[in-house]
């Protein structure tokens, strides 16, 4: 019988296949009991930092994974262009 962490990095690792992009890159690994998604820009000439997000063991055995999960990545891809941003109005200007 596998170990429930292996099993839920599988599943992870099924959905995350059926989503393609052509700047970033995605992966997970186990971590803990629960997994740990990871997305990085596919052009590491680009100055971008890898964004990691944590998925609960409650988040990995819900019986909608696969609409939580897309719902989760969702959200992490606009944190994570966000935080791409290196001047906003609300920067403070150097003087």
Known sequence: MPEPENSRLQ????QLARYDHP??????RASGSGVEV?????????PA??????MHPRDLDHPQFEW?????LYDCL??????????????????
């Open 11 to 14: 599943r992870v690792l099924r």
């Open 23 to 28: 700047l970033l890159a995605f992966d997970a």
């Open 38 to 46: 990871i997305i990085r820009f596919k052009d590491p000439s680009i």
């Open 49 to 54: 930092h890898t964004y990691l997000f944590q």
């Open 68 to 72: 939580t999960f897309q719902r989760q």
């Open 78 to 95: 606009h944190d994570y262009l966000i935080e791409m941003f290196t001047r906003t109005p609300q920067s403070r200007e150097r003087c």
